[in-house]
């Protein structure tokens, strides 16, 4: 079998189909294993976007998944969480065995992050502001706990909580949740209240990491006090919470709503960006921004005037206008202001 991958995917030893050849020089050869070398090469390349291998179904690459795959499996966890929280009259531990399920499945998704990520920043969760977002949020959070240095026990909790952050919107009024207009000081209340429910059923699980209620509980406080429910500040909040509300946050910007569309993925880097500044943890939110930026490297991107150019390099200090590269050239938007990107495209 043969198999199209983005260089980012690439895994040293994978077999590429064909000779890929920059700038006069064979960097990976036909039928021969990749190098890590030569696929530092590819990603200072600017001529490949992806490369063509192949796959084996008992390989040990048999993991390595697309962006449809991610969004098909990631649905059908999304649709299976739903079945499990919306029949919970109480979480038990028949239920947080369905949970650790849905983190495993999540997890293992993981195994090829730059489709998982890639899947998020051109998708979101669509209109679906608890199951597919909570699944987004789930792998969020994890893949951040990990480039963030947690391991084990302690990524499994994480990703339960991060799973369960919103099953307290499952018992609020759906006619609230799902209303396109501003909500009034009442209805708003309600939707605030989503974080207490969700942790007077998560703390009554059996035998669980009290860390797990912490993260569900306090995943929308603030760094500066202004958030809720208990206007905790700094290191009051819990780091599962701190994790989590960069994670939510990402996807919910980067999302469709009834109330609002979606910002561009680069607006949702720059909201993270300026979130960092007194709300969301920075050391955290810098951690995810050195490290997400290398996924969106390489990519394609659609401008106001509908040309479509790959990002070859993007600035911390202005998200919003990386180099580009078209047929005819570099394209840096800092000197291009009349330009602007619309949309990731795949």
């Known amino acids: 079998m043969k198999k199209l991958l983005y260089v980012h995917e690439l895994v040293p030893g994978m077999i590429s189909t064909k000779e890929i050849v920059a700038n006069g020089t064979v960097l990976i050869g036909k039928g021969v294993p990749i190098t890590k070398f030569a696929i530092g090469k590819l990603r200072e390349n600017y001529i490949y976007n992806k490369v063509e291998i192949y796959y084996e179904d008992n390989s040990e690459h048999s993991n390595v998944k697309t962006v449809e795959d991610v969004e098909q499996n990631f649905n059908e966890i999304a649709f299976d969480i739903k079945r499990v929280f919306e029949n919970m009259d109480a979480l038990k531990l028949s239920e947080i065995e369905e949970v650790r399920r849905f983190a495993a499945r999540i997890q293992d998704e993981l195994k090829s992050v730059s ?3 890639k899947n998020i920043v051109l998708y979101g969760s669509g209109g679906d502001i608890i199951y597919r977002h909570g699944v987004n949020v789930a792998a969020l959070s ?4 990990k480039w ?7 990524l499994n909790l994480l990703t339960y909580a991060s799973i369960l952050h919103d099953f307290g919107k499952t018992k609020i ?10 909500l009034d000081d009442n209805e708003y209340k309600q939707i ?4 207490v ?23 929308h406080e603030r760094l500066d006090g202004s958030g809720y429910p208990l206007g905790l500040k700094d290191t009051q909040i819990h780091q599962f919470a701190r994790i989590i509300a960069i994670a939510d946050v990402f996807d919910a910007v980067n999302s469709d709503r009834i109330y609002k569309k979606r910002k561009s993925p680069f607006e949702a880097l720059e909201i993270i960006k300026k979130e960092s500044l007194g709300k969301l943890d920075y050391e955290f939110c810098s951690i995810f921004l050195n490290h997400i930026i290398n996924y969106y490297v390489g990519e394609s991107v659609l401008l106001n005037g509908k040309k479509i150019c790959k990002i070859i390099k993007i600035d911390l200090n202005d998200l919003m206008r990386p180099l580009l590269l078209d047929d005819c050239g570099f394209i840096d938007l800092k000197n291009n202001k009349d330009l602007y990107i619309e949309a990731l495209v795949n």
């Not at 605030?192 to 974080?195: D, L, Q, R, T, V």
């Open 197 to 219: 429910i969700g942790y007077n059923y998560v703390k009554e699980i059996p035998f669980l990491d009290k860390s797990v209620s912490y993260g569900v509980l306090m995943h």
């Open 192 to 195: 605030k209240s989503h974080s």
């Open 142 to 145: 994890t893949i951040l706990g």
């Open 173 to 182: 009024d759906k006619n609230i949740l799902n209303k396109p207009d501003s």
């Open 115 to 117: 489709a998982v990520i």
């Open 148 to 154: 963030i240095g947690l391991g084990g026990a302690e």
